[in-house]
């Protein structure tokens, strides 16, 4: 997930090179995780190498056939090379298995604690179910459990919040974060 997390990080700082190669480390490092390959799809399409990008996602999803974000970006690569009719068939049954868009649950669960309402911790583990490797949903999760005093799962979130997170200047707020909900689990 490092590895993966690490691609994407590079990928977003237009460094394709280096992130080619924390993609490659990561499937290397763990053939399961089936993230790094939408992660290197989504560097070939970027670096122009559409067919390599469309072995890539077909490769993800063929392992994990309900797969939204490798199904998405599948659809988008047949698109570019052509093939729309495949595309469509993708995109229909990802309207099926995705009925509600993306950070429909977040939202909901944002607007929940606003009011004070911290069963909003179901809206976010929706969206965890949906993505469990977006580091803000269990950021959110973590405060939804915190409020009412459950600080041991909200220390489990903001753990898996820091290790999903791509980007070193989040991994370091987070872990100050949970150094200081440590601290005040410690008794003085």
């Given at each position: 997930?490092?590895m993966?997390n690490?691609?994407?990080?590079?990928?977003?700082q237009?460094r394709l090179d280096?992130?080619?190669w924390?993609?490659r480390?990561?499937?290397a490092?763990?053939p399961?995780f089936?993230?790094?390959?939408n992660?290197?799809?989504?560097?070939?399409?970027?670096?122009?190498q559409?067919?390599?990008?469309r072995?890539?996602?077909?490769?993800?999803?063929?392992?994990?056939?309900?797969?939204t974000g490798?199904?998405h970006?599948?659809a988008?690569?047949l698109?570019a090379?052509?093939?729309?009719?495949?595309a469509?068939v993708?995109?229909r049954?990802l309207a099926?298995l995705?009925?509600?868009p993306p950070?429909h649950?977040?939202?909901?669960?944002?607007?929940a604690?606003?009011?004070?309402?911290?069963?909003a911790?179901?809206?976010f583990?929706k969206?965890?179910?949906?993505?469990?490797?977006?580091?803000?949903f269990h950021?959110w999760?973590?405060?939804?459990y915190?409020?009412?005093?459950?600080v041991?799962?909200?220390e489990?979130?903001?753990?898996?919040?820091?290790?999903?997170s791509g980007?070193?200047?989040?991994?370091?707020?987070?872990?100050?974060?949970?150094?200081?909900?440590?601290a005040?689990?410690t008794?003085?």
């Amino acid at each position: 997930m490092y590895m993966n997390n690490r691609a994407a990080e590079t990928l977003a700082q237009d460094r394709l090179d280096d992130a080619y190669w924390w993609a490659r480390g990561a499937i290397a490092q763990d053939p399961g995780f089936i993230a790094s390959y939408n992660t290197l799809g989504v560097i070939f399409r970027l670096h122009g190498q559409l067919e390599a990008a469309r072995r890539a996602f077909a490769f993800a999803l063929e392992r994990a056939p309900a797969d939204t974000g490798s199904m998405h970006n599948l659809a988008q690569a047949l698109t570019a090379l052509g093939e729309e009719a495949r595309a469509d068939v993708l995109r229909r049954k990802l309207a099926q298995l995705q009925p509600r868009p993306p950070f429909h649950f977040f939202e909901r669960g944002r607007a929940a604690m606003g009011r004070g309402d911290y069963r909003a911790a179901a809206l976010f583990s929706k969206e965890i179910e949906r993505d469990p490797y977006y580091h803000e949903f269990h950021f959110w999760l973590a405060q939804a459990y915190f409020r009412p005093g459950q600080v041991g799962q909200a220390e489990r979130q903001l753990t898996l919040a820091m290790e999903a997170s791509g980007a070193s200047a989040e991994r370091a707020l987070y872990a100050a974060k949970l150094d200081r909900l440590r601290a005040l689990r410690t008794p003085h």
